[in-house]
């Protein structure tokens, strides 16, 4: 039974008859019930459910990432529904039903924010990913601050494991030094970063995978 929560002009929660009401990023939304057609799934069907089934579960290893890379680019969907949205129309290569995904394809963040010409990634003994960048100190606008910090993401396939380092050096450092854990020497890690504004709310750049190294 639904429920009225504000007089007969408001929003209801729950099912009533064949309809579903719920509050949806500050919106009273009313659903029709899904109608079981008694078909059988087409393959294009099925493609799409094991694409979905395939990235949903990866994105969600780094959400707290993507809520903040995908913010300005959600509107009125959520960050990871953009950041699935993305994934599977980009990152998916194979032939049904062999999906899998281009890791130089994935992406934590979105955004007009400036990253760096290039950057510079060196492996250390005892786990260390060194990474470094320019910063040209005569280029300063909104879209290419010193206080802008780097994130980092590292994903190990060997181990199924990701490494996440959100907002943890500025800009203007030039440098980062990332500790991995003594399990990952020896595997081969793909690295991605991203910088977000500290000074405009939901400003960040496009994430960057920017190397493929082993762990030393």
Excluded: C
Aim: aromatic share 10%; hydrophobic share 40%; proline share 5%.
């Amino acid at each position: 039974m639904g429920v009225i929560k504000q007089g007969i002009l408001g929003g209801f929660r729950k099912k009533t008859g064949t309809v579903v009401g719920a509050y949806w990023r500050s919106l009273d939304v009313i659903r029709g019930l899904p109608r079981s057609s008694g078909k059988a799934p087409t393959e294009k069907q099925l493609s799409v459910q094991l694409k979905f089934g395939l990235v949903t579960p990866f994105l969600s290893r780094f959400a707290a990432l993507i809520t903040r890379g995908f913010a300005s680019s959600a509107g009125v969907s959520t960050p990871m529904n953009v950041a699935v949205s993305y994934h599977i129309k980009n990152a998916i290569v194979g032939i049904y039903p062999d999906y899998e995904i281009e890791l130089t394809k994935v992406r934590f963040s979105e955004g007009s924010l400036e990253l760096p010409v290039e950057f510079l990634v060196e492996p250390a003994a005892g786990g260390i990913v060194n990474i470094s960048w320019e910063y040209d100190v005569q280029l300063k606008d909104d879209r290419y601050m010193p206080s802008d910090s780097l994130s980092v993401l590292i994903y190990n396939p060997v181990k199924s494991k990701f490494m996440r380092a959100s907002l943890v050096a500025e800009r203007s450092a030039g440098t980062y030094a990332m500790q991995l854990p003594n399990v990952f020497v020896g595997d081969t890690v793909h690295i991605y970063v991203a910088f977000s504004s500290t000074t405009t709310a939901d400003l960040n750049s496009d994430s960057m995978y920017i190397s493929e190294l082993t762990v030393l």
